[in-house]
């Protein structure tokens, strides 16, 4: 007996429909998790050759050269970051707390504000004491467009404007030894501050200079809001 047509048709359209892989929809990530560009290729010059004249939070006019000396933990952000910024600051403060207690006043905090246009001194120190970020190791800095992006070459720190006055940007944070050089670098968010901490100890110890690293178990590469 011959199977009708239409039947053999049927069969065909159902084994055929079967082999097709069905793909679950891809959930949606938060902002903060979203991966990007990786950071752009970085100097080797120290950030104290700059020149620049910067801002502080507390209105004082200064060159990047005041803070030579200490370790310095760096991150460029801006107040007005929905997201991933505030993120990156508690990042820096696990660094802070995960030191060991004599090893806390000999390092210090660096914020530099990538929206110099909103981000005045009023604006900075009012987000310092909303995130209680500590007067005597923090330092809140602003300088002018072309001054931010001299800095942020130098650390490979990518930024663009996005929407709604917020910034795609990298996802870092640079320690610098007493001399403004860069010695390592955690990209992404959430990472653990144990490659920091080892870091700065090995700063601390005399003649001691850590090799160049980037690592991170958090979102790597560009944020963008």
């Known amino acids: ?3 009708p047509l239409f039947l053999f048709l049927a069969l065909a359209w159902t084994a055929a429909s079967s082999a097709i892989e069905v793909k679950e929809p891809t959930a949606p ?3 903060c998790c979203r991966e990007g560009l990786p950071l752009g290729k970085r100097s080797e010059a120290p950030i104290y050759k700059l020149d620049d004249i910067w801002t502080s939070d507390v209105g004082r006019e200064v060159k990047l050269e005041v803070l030579r000396g200490h370790p310095q ?3 460029l952000f801006f107040t007005s970051c929905e997201h991933s910024c505030p993120l990156i600051v508690n990042d820096m403060k696990a660094i802070e707390k995960a030191l060991p207690r004599g090893l806390r006043p000999k390092v210090d905090f660096l914020l530099v504000s990538i929206d110099p246009e909103r981000d005045t001194p009023e604006v900075l120190h009012a987000y310092r004491a909303k995130h209680q970020l500590g007067i005597e190791h923090w330092t809140l800095l602003r300088g002018s467009p072309a001054s ?5 070459d130098i650390v490979g720190f990518q930024y663009y404007p996005g929407s709604q006055k917020q910034y795609a940007h990298s996802l870092v944070i640079t320690i610098l030894d ?3 050089e860069i010695v390592f670098q955690q990209a ?3 990472a653990l501050p144990d490659g920091a901490v080892d870091t700065l100890l090995r700063l601390s110890r005399k003649g001691a200079k850590p090799t160049h690293v980037n690592t991170g178990t958090g979102a790597a590469g560009i944020a963008k809001h």
Do not use: D, E, S
């Open 1 to 3: 007996m011959k199977t």
């Open 29 to 31: 990530k938060p902002p």
């Open 73 to 75: 933990v760096l991150a």
């Open 148 to 152: 931010v992006k001299r800095l942020a």
């Open 178 to 180: 007493g001399n403004g």
């Open 188 to 190: 992404g968010i959430g």
